[in-house]
């Protein structure tokens, strides 16, 4: 079975910090896809990062960028000078290649303090 | 370039009635998917479909539910004889083509409440 799993439920962190959102996941298939998605408050769903899986070099957007470590399923995400903006639900979530199904975790919920 | 549309974006109904929710692709985009959120927990896949066709229904529960996607016009999800178990945001997501990886892009979702 095809699992994400993100052992966090809730974060915090003060506005300019750094934080670091985790996230694992589960699957024997070996070429696939990894994302991270935003949903503010107004629930828009918002591509925040996405990365290969051949890739070995981690993906980076900004102040956004990712820990992957492929062989530990692993797939965390790094916040840098941290927006209030930036206070949302983040859910990790990967696609199989080729199967265009997104499966999501259960989310982050993230709060970024003045 | 308007992004995914979708309507109502609330919608109230008693149980055993019927719901439909409506999901209009960005320009160009030929790929549908629906997304079911209950509260609390992250977003399931439900359905895949393009022009005329169901491509994936994994998702999607054996009864009451169904989708469409016509040659002409939005992308219906149906939930028939609604119970309170259905109440969650439905999210449509749509992508220009539907191998390998292409990025879905989510409209702002549904959120279906059943009394």
């Known amino acids: 079975a095809q699992t994400v799993t993100q052992s966090q439920p809730e974060m915090s962190v003060q506005e300019a910090e750094t934080v670091t959102l985790s996230c694992t996941y589960d699957?024997?298939?070996?070429?696939?896809?990894l994302f991270w998605y935003k949903q503010p408050p107004s629930r828009q769903m918002i591509l925040v990062i996405r990365?290969?899986?051949?890739?070995?070099q981690n993906a980076t957007e900004n102040r956004f960028s990712v820990n992957f470590q492929k062989a530990a399923k692993s797939f965390s995400l790094k916040i840098s000078d941290s927006q209030l903006g930036d206070t949302a639900m983040y859910f990790c979530?990967?696609?199989?290649?080729?199967?265009?199904?997104?499966?999501f975790g259960t989310g982050t919920r993230l709060q970024v303090f003045p | 370039n308007a992004g995914v549309m979708q309507n109502p974006r609330h919608l109230v109904r008693r149980r055993g009635q019927e719901a439909r929710l409506r999901c209009s692709p960005m320009?160009?985009?030929?790929?549908v998917y629906w997304y079911r959120q209950l509260p609390e927990e992250g977003l399931k896949f439900m359905v895949y479909?393009?022009?005329?066709?169901?491509?994936?229904e994994s998702g999607m529960p054996k009864e009451r539910f169904s989708a469409e996607f016509p040659k002409e016009g939005p992308s219906i999800l149906r939930i028939q004889q609604v119970v309170r178990g259905d109440s969650a945001a439905y999210f449509c997501?749509?992508?220009?083509?539907?191998?390998?990886?292409?990025?879905?892009?989510f409209g702002p979702g549904t959120r279906l409440t059943v009394l």
């Open positions: 997501a749509s992508s220009p083509t539907g191998t390998q990886y292409n990025e879905q892009f």
């Open positions: 699957t024997s298939e070996s070429n696939y896809y």
């Open positions: 990365q290969e899986a051949y890739k070995q």
């Open positions: 979530a990967f696609m199989i290649l080729n199967t265009d199904k997104l499966i």
């Open positions: 320009k160009g985009h030929s790929h």
């Open positions: 479909l393009q022009k005329e066709n169901i491509i994936d």
